[in-house]
């Protein structure tokens, strides 16, 4: 897939200021292509739609990476910049304080107008912008609009996973089961039961070195890892449907406290999109309603599922530092492409960590409460947007994003 935001190899090898700025052109033409790509199949009313509050509309989705580029890059540097339209920063605005009001987020779905075709029209605006400001800058504004470009770009690839996983949810609301895209497939994924030491002892986690990474990736620093082994492999559909036939989702006292109380709320009897119909399992994929097949890692369990299959299985889920230790020595299959994995870790801030100052401070630091890590990367994550030292963050009971499993255990 051509979406890849430049890697630091590109960067080193970008030998003249010509070659950067097209680097980064080619960048950003390329990611914001692929937003247009993963929208394409979906009509003006699927894009408009909000089946949850923490799910956006695929067209707000569109705007509001858009509204990202307009506000951080385009307000701030591009002095002949003319705004499109000046009500579109209160709708598209997300969660970030220091840029303003912004529209209620569980409301977005009501935002039929600007239409898909305005929103279209908005993107195509800034996006010429964008382009002009790159080739006409010199070298020191370069210097200045090239880490905007880039954490845009990275921000963008976040969205492109969410417009997935968004319009998925909404899809599952609907009993015709849509398709969101007929050539969909899984993607290839190993199989295995066995375990594999991960390297005790003063290990070092977290992102060093050249190229990006996102502000709480950071700071680098040293864990202490006492003997574990850790899965491979993902746990599969199969095993999971071991659990539910051992009744799993019944005894209370394989699950935590809220999340016994979200299986009683909800009802929950098996992950997200599973439907039982005539003593079959099926699953609500992106290519629509296809039979469970057993072989394949599990997808769309919160965290609450994720540890009570992990306490009936007699064991663990990892911490993030033996999942990234793990990971960079080259021990897991999977790691990648296929599901987050959930890992046992709060999602807090590395030791020493502060947030920048100003309004993209606010990207990561302020979540850093009442959530779990997960680490790798889904089948729905955009290709080269995650790394070993990847974080990535939900609230314990979410279960609509590609979320699964990989196990451990102390010996
Ligand atoms: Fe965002």
């Known amino acids: 897939m051509p979406h890849i935001v430049p890697s630091a190899r590109d960067r080193a090898s970008a030998s003249s200021e010509a070659s950067t700025r097209s680097i980064w052109i080619e960048a950003f033409k390329a990611v914001r292509a692929e937003t247009e790509r993963r929208a394409a199949p979906l009509s ?5 739609v909000q089946s949850m509050p923490d799910a956006s509309p695929t067209k707000w989705h569109r705007a509001h990476t858009t509204w ?3 506000t951080f890059l385009l307000k701030a540097h591009a002095a002949d910049y003319r705004e499109f339209d000046p009500r579109f920063g209160f709708l598209f605005n997300s969660y970030y304080v220091a840029a303003g009001p912004r529209y209620s987020r569980p409301e977005r779905g009501m935002i039929t107008r600007p239409d898909a075709a305005e929103v279209a ?3 195509a605006h800034v996006d010429t912008a964008v382009e002009r400001l790159m080739q006409n800058a010199d070298t020191a504004m370069l210097g200045k609009i090239v880490p905007i470009v880039e954490i845009g770009l990275h921000h963008e690839q976040q969205h492109q996973e969410l417009m997935f996983t968004d319009i998925l949810h909404a899809f599952a609301q609907n009993p015709t089961n849509p398709v969101c895209d007929p050539s969909w497939r899984m993607p290839v994924f190993g199989r295995g039961s066995d375990y594999v030491r991960i390297p005790p002892g003063i290990r070092s986690i977290g992102f060093e070195g050249e190229g990006f990474c996102f502000d709480n990736e950071q700071p680098a620093h040293q864990v202490l890892l006492r003997e574990a082994v850790i899965a491979r492999h993902l746990v599969t559909n ?3 449907l071991e659990f539910i036939a051992d009744g799993g989702y019944r005894a209370h ?3 935590l406290s809220d999340g016994w109380a979200k299986v009683e709320a909800e ?6 999109y599973w439907r039982e119909i005539e003593g079959r399992w099926f699953s609500l994929t992106l290519a629509g309603l296809k039979p469970v097949d057993p072989h394949a890692p599990v997808l769309q369990v919160s965290y609450y599922e994720a540890d009570a299959f992990a306490r009936w299985s007699g064991k663990h889920l990892p911490t993030e530092a033996e999942w990234e230790v793990a990971a960079r020595a080259g021990l897991l299959a999977d790691a990648f492409g296929v599901a987050w994995q959930w890992t046992r870790s709060a999602y807090l801030p590395y030791p020493g960590y502060r947030a920048a100052e100003g309004a993209l401070g606010e990207y990561n630091g302020k979540f850093m409460i009442n959530q779990m890590v997960l680490r790798g990367s889904s089948l729905a994550t955009p290709e080269g947007h995650a790394r070993a030292s990847y974080r990535n963050f939900f609230h ?3 279960r609509w994003q590609f979320s699964g499993v990989r196990l451990l255990d102390y010996r």
């Open 44 to 48: 003006p009313e699927d894009q408009n």
């Open 68 to 70: 990202f580029f307009e």
């Open 121 to 123: 029209a908005y993107r």
């Open 238 to 240: 199969g095993e999971w």
């Open 253 to 255: 006292d394989l699950w």
């Open 267 to 272: 009802g929950w009897q098996a992950p997200g």
């Open 396 to 398: 314990p009971p979410a």
